[in-house]
């Protein structure tokens, strides 16, 4: 029989060591809050279900993952961990299984080491097995009490004796419990502690006399790293950075500064893709094989494709650069933007909701909205798409092969041919037919031998 198993994460703590208006486990660490890391790990240990505990902050917390598969359960006053877990009695239910208990706010932990230990305990047949370590400093942490070497119990640092403080193997705060009889250990624990609160480690102790607890060690202490404070969670978005350009680096992509870069969790890096020195790659973002992303360059749920090349300090939102194509330096594509194969879009250039197809060239400052330009168009320096009357937008459609020479205003809504010409320095306010010459400038005149305004004297 596959029992069910159920991750339950405990986050309704207030986190007053943030000094925040913001819930502790809302903060974003490499853009995503802290509550995902954990959710995302027992996703990937293969859990059936993911059930959060929220207290303070609860309907933000809900608000900011609705949608989210994961649900919740409130616990409108904090008298601790083994209160904070009962509080998902009702929604996790009855049925037997096994319950994976993990704190909202320890995000490095590993969806391999949730799995080792949901296979540790479900190998055995204990009650409860929990994630202990060993840490350079155990202060502040519960201690494992084993007697004759079975897992007796865990102390808590405040009730704990000066012998017990000396004892190093500390509890994680993640364990794999038995359900159901997880909820009737829970309903029998006190809170006759230093803290008068209900200590979920009380169960270990319940455990040993009713088939058991055990523990397994972590391997690499880092991922029980809880945040409490700004610095601590500084420290973990740290890590975090180096886990995932390590794990990219492995997988073929050059980085010129790996501690310089930020690559959130959910972007997509095929190999011999090179990022460049303070690159910032956000959210969905998927970069292509052998693409190349410059210095300072900042990508937000974007596509860039095969052998791209974004230059330095360029800055895209939701747009898409097609393989082999030239971004920047220094060019903004901002939501809408779809640039062709081999196309060109320079420095200064911004484009917006726009389709410039492929071989297009708008190699220097321009503004290119809500338009569509055909293969192998030439945009002159300075064009400019007015495409906004101050309240409505409006399209321009440039044709393939077409010229349009520098410092052009083209006025939408309006419609420039298959390999028409605009002379520089045009106002476009209607259609130029294909092969066509559009040219709306005042015509040069000279006055022969000008003489200059000079200097009055006295
Ligand atoms: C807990 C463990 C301790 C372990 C340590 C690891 C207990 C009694 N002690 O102590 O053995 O070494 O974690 O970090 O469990 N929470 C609620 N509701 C509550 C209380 C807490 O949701 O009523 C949440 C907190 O938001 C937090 C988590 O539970 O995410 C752990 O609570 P915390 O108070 O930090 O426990 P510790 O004192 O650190
Ligand atoms: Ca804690």
């Not at 509550?35 to 996703?43: E, H, I, K, N, V």
């Not at 502040?140 to 193997?169: C, H, M, P, Q």
């Not at 040993?208 to 060690?217: L, R, S, T, Y």
């Not at 082999?324 to 484009?351: C, D, M, W, Y």
Request: glycine content about 12%; hydrophobic content about 40%.
């Amino acid at each position: 029989m596959i029992k069910k198993r159920v991750a339950i994460i405990l986050a309704a703590g207030k986190g007053t060591r943030m000094r925040s208006r913001l819930t502790k486990v809302l903060h974003p660490l490499l853009g995503r809050p802290l509550l995902s890391y954990p959710m995302d790990a027992s996703r990937g240990a293969g859990v059936d279900e993911v059930v959060a505990v929220v207290g303070h902050g609860g309907d933000d917390v809900k608000a900011a993952f609705e949608g989210a598969a994961l649900s919740f359960a409130t616990q409108s006053e904090q008298l601790g961990t083994a209160h904070a877990v009962l509080s998902a009695k009702e929604l996790v239910g009855s049925a037997a299984g096994v319950a994976l208990i993990l704190s909202g706010d320890v995000p490095l932990i590993r969806p391999d080491t949730l799995s080792a230990l949901l296979e540790a305990h479900q190998s055995s047949s204990r009650r409860v097995t929990l994630l202990s370590m060993v840490p350079d400093d155990p202060t502040g942490y519960g201690r494992l009490i084993y007697e004759n070497g079975s897992l007796v119990g865990v102390v808590e640092e405040r009730d704990a004796n000066e012998k017990e403080r000396e004892l190093t193997e500390v509890n994680t705060g993640t364990y794999a419990v038995d359900l159901p009889w997880l909820w009737d250990a829970l309903e029998r624990i006190g809170r006759d502690n230093e803290q008068g609160e209900y200590y979920l480690t009380d169960i270990i102790g319940i455990a040993a006399k009713e088939g058991g607890a055990g523990a397994i060690k972590l391997k690499d202490n880092d991922e029980a790293m809880g945040v409490n404070d700004r610095v601590q969670l500084a420290r973990a978005q740290m890590l975090m950075r180096e886990r995932i350009n390590g794990e990219l680096m492995l997988s073929g992509v050059t980085f010129e500064d790996p501690s310089s870069a930020w690559v959130e969790p959910m972007v997509t890096i095929a190999p011999d893709v090179t990022i460049g020195s303070n690159v910032k790659l956000c959210g969905a973002t998927k970069i292509g094989e052998g693409a190349t992303i410059g210095q300072g360059s900042v990508i937000t749920d974007s596509a860039i494709g095969e052998a791209a090349e974004i230059k330095p300090y360029s800055v895209i939102l939701e747009a898409a650069v097609s393989p082999s194509a030239k971004i920047g330096p220094f060019a903004h594509l901002r939501p809408g933007a779809r640039v062709g194969e081999e196309a060109r879009v320079g420095n200064f250039v911004e484009v917006k909701n726009s389709i410039l197809h492929k071989g297009v060239k708008a190699s220097h400052l321009s503004y290119l909205g809500d338009s569509e330009i055909g293969e192998g168009t030439n945009i002159g320096a300075g064009t400019i798409t007015c495409n906004y009357d101050g309240f409505n937008k409006f399209k321009t459609n440039i044709g393939q092969g077409a010229f349009i020479g520098s410092n052009s205003s083209l006025v939408a809504p309006v419609e420039i041919g298959d390999g028409a010409t605009v002379g520089a320095g045009s106002i476009i306010t209607s259609k130029v037919e294909a092969g066509a010459l559009g040219v709306s400038r005042a015509k040069q005149r000279n006055i022969p031998g000008w003489k200059r305004p000079v200097k009055r004297e006295g």
